[in-house]
């Protein structure tokens, strides 16, 4: 339960981060810069954190994935960006990875 607790709160940062990039102006703006730099930094020590109980691959599986599926949805909603059936659709075959790693995962347990 900590580990997951520990990989959503990595998940939750990285995401923040990467939604920030934009206000950083290609890093010309020192705070926002700063605020991304250091959410990856946090992130990335939270997912060392969990890979302590978890295994590495389904860690950074969940990780990518879902940071991913999460800022593609930001984008949508918030950034302006466009949202395609087909952006959509793979999306979803993201989100099915990252549980048939899952699943595959608790098999081998």
Known sequence: MYAALLLLSAIGIEVAATASLPR???????????????GYALSIW????????????IAYAI?????????????????GESMSWLKAFCLGLIVVGVVGLNLAGSAQA
């Open 63 to 79: 990780w990518s994935g879902v940071g991913t599926a999460a800022v593609a949805l930001i984008g949508y909603l918030w950034l």
């Open 46 to 57: 939270l997912l060392s954190l969990v890979v302590k109980t978890l295994p590495v691959s």
């Open 24 to 38: 950083t102006r290609g890093f010309h703006d020192p705070t926002w810069s700063l605020a991304v730099v250091a």
